[in-house]
C-alpha cells in the first residue's frame, strides 16, 4: 500500500493542471498563428475553350415532286404520290404512264452529323400555264420523318424523298394543260 502525503497529492494535482492548461495554451497559439497567416480565399487558374467550325448544310434538289399525266372523269379527286415513289389516284381520276414520282434531295454536311427536315406547313398552289387555274398540293410526307428525328449524314450526305397529296376539280376548274408552282423545305442541323 502506498501512502502519498495530502501536502505532495495538492501538488501533484496543480501541476497536472498547469500543465494540461499549459497544453491549451500552445493549441490555441498554435491555431491563432495559422489561421492569422494569409490563407488565400480563392485562386486563379488559367483554363482552355476550343470551337470547331463544320461544313455547312446543302441541299440539292435531285427529282422534281412529279405527280404525272392523269386524265379527269367528271368531278375530279387526288392523286398520292409516296416518299418511296407510290403513286395511286381517289375518285374520277384516271393515272396514265409516264414519268412521275417524290422529290428527291441530297442532303450534304459535316459526316455523321444529325439534322431536321421542317415540310411545307401550308398547301402548295400550281397553277395553269395559259388560264392561270390552280390546283392545290398538301399533305406533305418525307423519308426520313420531318421533325425532330434521328436523321444522320451517313459519310456526309443524305437523300430525302418528299410525298404529298394533288387536289384536282372538275375539268372546268382544271382545264388540260401543265401546271407548276414551287414549294419550300427547311433542312437544319439539329
Do not use: W, Y
Given at each position: 500500500m502506498i501512502?502519498?502525503?495530502?501536502f505532495f497529492?495538492?501538488?501533484f494535482s496543480k501541476l497536472n493542471l498547469?500543465?494540461?492548461?499549459?497544453?491549451?495554451?500552445?493549441?490555441?497559439?498554435?491555431?491563432?498563428?495559422?489561421?492569422?497567416?494569409?490563407?488565400?480565399?480563392?485562386?486563379?487558374?488559367?483554363?482552355?475553350a476550343t470551337a470547331e467550325i463544320i461544313d455547312?448544310?446543302?441541299?440539292?434538289?435531285?427529282?422534281?415532286?412529279?405527280?404525272?399525266?392523269?386524265?379527269?372523269?367528271?368531278?375530279g379527286g387526288q392523286i398520292i404520290i409516296?416518299?418511296?415513289?407510290?403513286?395511286?389516284?381517289?375518285?374520277?381520276?384516271?393515272?396514265?404512264?409516264?414519268?412521275?414520282g417524290p422529290g428527291q434531295f441530297e442532303v450534304t454536311g459535316y459526316p455523321e452529323a444529325s439534322f431536321i427536315i421542317q415540310l411545307p406547313d401550308a398547301p402548295t398552289i400550281l397553277f395553269?400555264?395559259?388560264?392561270?387555274?390552280?390546283m392545290q398540293v398538301d399533305n406533305w410526307v418525307s423519308e426520313p420523318p420531318a421533325g425532330n428525328g434521328?436523321?444522320?449524314?451517313?459519310?456526309?450526305?443524305?437523300?430525302?424523298?418528299?410525298?404529298?397529296?394533288?387536289?384536282v376539280g372538275s375539268?372546268?376548274?382544271?382545264?388540260?394543260?401543265?401546271y407548276q408552282g414551287t414549294f419550300q423545305l427547311t433542312f437544319a442541323y439539329n
Open positions: 501512502f502519498i502525503c495530502p497529492m495538492n501538488r498547469f500543465i494540461h492548461m499549459r497544453h491549451l495554451f500552445i493549441a490555441f497559439i498554435t491555431s491563432m498563428l495559422i489561421f492569422s497567416g494569409k490563407i488565400p480565399a480563392q485562386i486563379t487558374i488559367v483554363a482552355q455547312a448544310l446543302s441541299a440539292n434538289e435531285t427529282n422534281q415532286l412529279h405527280f404525272g399525266r392523269f386524265a379527269i372523269e367528271s368531278n409516296t416518299p418511296e415513289g407510290n403513286r395511286t389516284a381517289q375518285g374520277a381520276i384516271t393515272l396514265v404512264s409516264g414519268p412521275n395553269h400555264q395559259g388560264s392561270g387555274k390552280t434521328p436523321n444522320t449524314l451517313a459519310n456526309g450526305s443524305s437523300l430525302v424523298s418528299i410525298g404529298a397529296t394533288l387536289t375539268l372546268d376548274e382544271n382545264p388540260i394543260g401543265i
